[in-house]
T-cell receptor
């Protein structure tokens, strides 16, 4: 069964460093998403992406964040200058289309900023 | 403000019991998702509903649009059902709003 994959599973970085989290969505899916979950808190939407551009973003997704689909398969989340409060689990998801379609989640990347 | 409320926050059951988890949302939505989060953190989509009822194995999800309420039922619960169950609402955008989750533990 097709699945969303994410790498790395765990990333440790120092405050101020740039990190890139990678995702490979399901191949025939057209909509891509990033979410984050701070330890002990609920999952929060960061951004959605369609047709090579951001379709919606949350207030969390500030200028420090960017997303890209550099080739036909990868979908990346970049954090330019990490802060301690960026420590969280980051989930990528994809869906065939919007709204009435299920989203399929990757296993997550645990980001630890020290 | 778009909110999603779940109850209970924690639920303990004996194997075989019928489980109900509730979700309410504040304004009209286009779809509601039920998700399962395993102890390791991975998230699995269980259902996506816009109306009525869906069933998959021992899991049943219902939604009442007028009352802005959805329920997830587990029949004949089993210890492997132990997980966090999350309700998430889609408010006519791409943005899913998540509930805080219900932590379910099923004991043999």
């Amino acid at each position: 069964e097709p699945e969303v994959t994410q790498t790395p599973s765990h990333q440790v970085t120092q405050m101020g460093q740039e990190v890139i989290l990678r995702c490979v969505p399901i191949s025939n899916h057209l909509y891509f998403y990033w979410y984050r979950q701070i330890l002990g808190q609920k999952v929060e939407f960061l951004v959605s992406f369609y047709n090579n551009e951001i379709s919606e973003k949350s207030e969390i997704f500030d200028d420090q964040f960017s997303v890209e689909r550099p080739d036909g398969s990868n979908f990346t989340l970049k954090i330019r200058s990490t802060k301690l409060e960026d420590s969280a689990m980051y989930f990528c998801a994809s869906s065939e289309a919007r709204t009435l379609y299920e989203q399929y989640f990757g296993p997550g990347t645990r980001l630890t900023v020290t | 403000k778009n909110e999603v409320e779940q109850s209970p926050q924690n639920l303990t059951a004996q194997e075989g019991e019928f489980i109900t988890i509730n979700c309410s949302y504040s304004v009209g939505i286009s779809a509601l998702h039920w998700l399962q989060q395993h102890p390791g953190g991975g998230i699995v989509s269980l259902f996506m509903l816009s109306s009525g009822k869906k069933k998959h194995g021992r899991l049943i999800a219902t939604i009442n649009i007028q009352e802005k309420h959805s329920s997830l039922h587990i029949t004949a619960s089993h210890p492997r059902d132990s997980a966090v169950y999350i309700c998430a609402a889609l408010y006519n955008t791409d943005k899913l709003i998540f509930g805080t989750g219900t932590r379910l533990q099923v004991f043999p």
